[in-house]
Structure formats: C-alpha cells, structure tokens
C-alpha cells in the first residue's frame, strides 16, 4: 500500500545552499522516524513558498544518498499570511505501516503549520512537548 509521509521546515535565508541544507535535513528525519528505505519509495515532492527562489530543494534526495527516487519540486502557492521561506516535502511510500504508525515531521517555524503532528512526534521520541532541543520554548 503506499502512503504519503509528509513534512515541512523553514529556511534561514534565500540562497541555494540553505535551501538544500534545510530539505535535507527535514528529508533525513523523515528517513529516521518512520524507518523508510529507498527501494519501498515510490516518489517524493517537493515544494518551496515562492520567496524561495535561489534554487531548487528537490536536490536533497540525492543528499541524502537517494539516486533512483524520482523528485518532483514544484512552487507552493503565494497565500497572504502564509509562513514564508517554507519547504514542503511528500514522500509516497510503499508500506505496511497503518495511517497511525506514520510520523510526520515538521521543524523550525514550520511547527506551526500543524501544532498536532509537530507534538505527536515529540511524544513518540520522548521529548519535552512545546521545548525545542536546548530545551527553550518553541
């Protein structure tokens, strides 16, 4: 069965090289969490709010070390109020895992998007819900 795992982060700043960082760092807690392998990935997307244009996130598939994935990145559209500098990412994954076992992953200002899924992975990795991991307040 193929299930969608999805994900989003923010970027730093608009230059190429932190969007690839910022992806590959959502795109490899993604891996880590739901224990995805590259053979059971059917396609991945990814997607950039439009005050990113420095360059393309979809490359962080091969950071990771994905070569026979296919990647998609496509621009998000520009809602007013939207949080800005925002990475998107969906993962079709072939898997015997229920809707329930799924952990989607949301990091940096990008929590705010979905404050359910973003504390639902705190719990299941046995964080402190609403500290981020210096232990301030997010």
Do not use: C
Not at 132 to 138: T, V
């Amino acid at each position: 069965m193929v299930r969608g795992v999805r994900g989003a982060t923010t970027v730093a700043e608009n230059r190429a090289d932190a969007i690839v960082d910022a992806a590959a760092e959502l795109l490899a807690q993604m891996i880590e969490v739901n224990g995805i392998i590259e053979d059971e990935v059917a396609s991945v997307i990814f997607t950039s709010t439009p005050d990113l244009d420095a360059g393309f996130p979809a490359p962080a598939g091969r950071k990771v070390g994905w070569s026979r994935v296919a990647l998609l990145g496509m621009q998000e559209l520009a809602v007013p109020g939207g949080i800005e500098r925002t990475v998107r990412i969906l993962i079709h994954w072939n898997t015997d895992k229920g809707l329930d076992d799924i952990v989607h992953v949301y990091l940096h200002g990008a929590q705010g998007l979905r404050p359910d899924l973003a504390q639902r992975r705190q719990i299941l990795q046995g964080e402190s819900v609403g500290r981020d991991r210096e232990g301030d307040r997010s």
